[in-house]
């Protein structure tokens, strides 16, 4: 393939890793992950509240890795609520998945900008080593992509298996016991998939640029062998 394709393809490629960083600490930052709609199960028994009755008692609430915020509501009127994740609900929620969910999301942040420069080295450069040429490009495409898929697994356990949305709506909540309606992952979760999902197409446009996937013996390298082999 002639250098100037193969500088095209590494500089979208970077420049698409580049757009994945920055959305990447967008989504960090924002609480932005999860929207929840909640039934406030006290209210609604005592009153036995059913059918369109049911939306006075249905509140919302949105949360992030940092943040919470919503909107409680038990038939008197809505009571807004918005507090921090640490230290606020340390006790209530499952600490080592959440700090690991934080971690990768890092983790992805920081490979994601290595993995810029590193494509832009190679639109540009000379490459002259192994972690700068097509090698290490797989190899930190592969990474972060699994850093953006273990986020993804790690933060929906915590959210399904571990019950969140209810443990922060019930949050400070001694009378009234509220249980999830429905979930819906939103903004921020999604950047973390497009970034998956663009780390994964990096990796086809590294091949697309004619480099062999690491591991994958060409025809001329494996008829070189058998020549080799022969002659001893």
């Known amino acids: 393939m002639p250098s100037q394709q193969k500088k095209v393809l590494f500089c979208t490629a970077g420049v698409l890793s580049f757009a994945c960083a920055l959305g990447a600490v967008a989504a960090l930052g924002t609480p932005l992950w999860l929207r929840a709609t909640v039934l406030c199960k006290t209210g609604a028994l005592l009153v036995n509240a059913s059918g369109p009755e049911l939306d006075k008692f249905l509140g919302e609430l949105q949360f992030g890795l940092f943040h919470a915020e919503g909107v409680r509501q038990c038939g008197l009127g809505a009571r807004p609520f918005r507090f921090s994740i640490f230290p606020d609900l340390l006790k209530a929620i499952p600490v080592s998945i959440h700090v690991n969910v934080i971690l990768f999301s890092t983790i992805l942040i920081i490979l994601t900008m290595v993995e810029t420069a590193f494509f832009m080295y190679n639109a540009f450069g000379k ?106």
Not at 144 to 164: D, R, T
Not at 187 to 201: G, Q
Request: charged residues 15%; aromatic residues 16%.
């Open 127 to 232: 490459p002259f080593e192994t972690l700068h040429g097509p090698l290490g490009l797989y190899l930190l495409s592969f990474i972060s992509g699994s850093c953006g898929c273990l986020v993804m697994i790690l933060f929906a356990s915590e959210v399904k298996i571990h019950h969140l949305s209810e443990k922060i709506a019930n949050y400070k909540e001694g009378t009234y016991a509220y249980k999830t309606q429905s979930e819906k992952y939103t903004t921020s979760f999604w950047v973390i998939f497009i970034c998956f999902f663009v780390h994964f197409l990096n990796g086809l446009l590294i091949r697309l640029a004619g480099f062999q996937f690491p591991f994958a013996k060409s025809k001329d390298a494996e008829t070189t062998n058998v020549a080799a082999d022969l002659m001893y």
